[in-house]
T-cell receptor
Framework: GAGVSQSPSNKVTEKGKDVELRCDPI?????LYWYRQSLGQGLEFLIY????????KSGLPSDRFSAERTGGSVSTLTIQRTQQEDSAVYLC???????????FGPGTRLLVL | AQSVTQPDIHITVSEGASLELRCNYS??????LFWYVQSPGQGLQLLLK??????LVQGIKGFEAEFKRSQSSFNLRKPSVHWSDAAEYFC????????????FGTGTRLKVLA
């Protein structure tokens, strides 16, 4: 079956611009997660959604970052007024239920010039 | 606080040699434990996981890991490494109660010599 997909695969933007990153989870998965992977670093948890519950935003690094999940499916991660330190690979994952195995998408590589 | 440590940033082994990647965690109870692999240009793929029961777990691609409560470790092993195993390996710890927490280690990059 189809896995987690993310778009765009690469994004180059100028400092100060807003960007939107999209994630399509596996159909039927109730939990969706966003991570950031900087060069040479591990994965940094950003936010997760579980069903209709309020998302856990505890990992978002600043108020420039936000995310939403519409209809319990597709999710969009928005970064406003991008900074160079936002350059990283943004990974999305989904799981059937919270705490279960996460299935990762290929990521969006963001470069802020 | 929940944490996970992978003490080896890089490891190089010869093809056919055995492999052990270390993972130590800090958690107040028995956590959920995972190993993921990230091949160049690929997303992360689950190798194996431990939730409960038998402390020796088998995964895909011939990998196994052993949960040792006394050492707070979940080391990944493979008896004979193949060139295609060259990748980055991440250990992850998930909380078993309360607020969701899923923390990844910083990864170990494996190089395989022909």
């Amino acid at each position: 079956g189809a896995g987690v997909s993310q778009s765009p695969s690469n994004k180059v933007t100028e400092k100060g611009k807003d960007v939107e990153l999209r994630c399509d989870p596996i159909s039927g998965h109730t939990a969706l997660y966003w991570y950031r992977q900087s060069l040479g670093q591990g994965l940094e948890f950003l936010i997760y959604f579980q069903g209709n519950s309020a998302p856990d935003k505890s990992g978002l690094p600043s108020d420039r970052f936000s995310a939403e999940r519409t209809g319990g499916s597709v999710s969009t991660l928005t970064i406003q007024r991008t900074q160079q330190e936002d350059s990283a690979v943004y990974l999305c994952a989904s799981s059937p239920i919270l705490q279960e195995t996460q299935y990762f998408g290929p990521g969006t590589r963001l470069l802020v010039l | 606080a929940q944490s996970v440590t992978q003490p080896d940033i890089h490891i190089t082994v010869s093809e056919g040699a055995s492999l052990e990647l270390r993972c130590n965690y800090s958690y107040g109870a028995t956590p959920y434990l995972f190993w993921y692999v990230q091949s160049p240009g690929q997303g992360l793929q689950l190798l194996l996981k431990y939730f409960s029961g038998d402390t020796l777990v088998q995964g895909i691609k011939g990998f196994e890991a052993e949960f040792k409560r006394s050492q707070s470790s979940f080391n990944l092993r493979k008896p004979s490494v193949h060139w295609s195993d060259a990748a980055e390996y991440f250990c992850a710890v998930g909380s078993t109660s309360g607020t969701y927490k899923y923390i990844f280690g910083t990864g170990t990059r494996l190089k395989v010599l022909a």
